[in-house]
């Protein structure tokens, strides 16, 4: 019989003590910068949980140390965001929905003049602000790059021309960059792994 192990994760989705792998992979998977060990009583694993990871790892891991992205899934329960937009610029609108489900959570546009990327960016924040409100702290993914260095630097840094016609739009993108700058989010953002995992849920297939 397998002896019995306790999966210390200092750093992932959820931190904690888990009593499996499969519920500490679920923790780490996509989270590239996931900190975890295991150990080999629980006494052990609560000692190291409560103290700095670093005295128990040599340096840190990250889930891609233990999962490649040929096995790894995308995380459940999860937010997944995407923008459409007809031209570019041209009209857009961006959703999100559950990732396993593909269950709308939410919808916005159209907007007569806006830009893919701006769809995009608008998305994430949408889904951590309203993952905020309601205390919900499940991964959401991207399969936009551009919109997870804007959401880096929390800001849009667009170069589309703000006209009257797109007003309403860049009032969301100001918005937007003034919660960013005043709020904090538990979430973790990944990066949609479209090569191995198809097209993100919340496509809206128009391709």
């Not at 750093?11 to 992979?25: A, H, L, N, Q, R």
């Not at 995308?74 to 997944?80: A, D, E, L, R, Y």
């Not at 006209?163 to 949609?192: C, G, H, M, Q, Y």
């Amino acid at each position: 019989m397998a002896k019995q192990k306790y999966y210390v994760v200092w750093k992932g989705v959820k931190p904690g003590i888990y009593d499996s792998w499969t519920e500490c992979e679920r923790q780490i998977k996509g989270f590239d910068s996931a900190l975890y060990k295991s150990f080999e009583s629980i006494e052990i694993a609560t000692k190291a949980f409560k103290s700095p990871p670093h005295h128990y790892l040599n340096k840190p891991k990250t889930a891609q140390e233990k999962l490649t992205n040929k096995h790894a899934k995308p995380i459940v329960p999860s937010i997944s965001v995407d923008a459409a937009c007809a031209g570019n610029p041209g009209k857009m609108e961006y959703q999100g929905v559950d990732t396993a489900t593909k269950q709308l959570i939410f919808h916005q546009g159209p907007f007569p003049l806006g830009t893919n990327n701006i769809g995009e960016f608008l998305a994430l924040v949408h889904a951590l602000a309203m993952c905020k409100q309601k205390g919900w702290t499940y991964p959401i993914y991207t399969d936009s790059a551009t919109a997870l260095a804007w959401l880096k630097h929390k800001k849009a840094k667009t170069k589309l021309e703000r006209i009257p016609k797109n007003e309403e739009l860049f009032n969301l993108v100001d918005r937007a960059e003034t919660w960013l700058a005043n709020n904090s989010w538990e979430n973790v953002v990944i990066k949609w792994d479209t090569d191995n995992w198809g097209e993100v849920p919340a496509d809206f297939g128009r391709k």
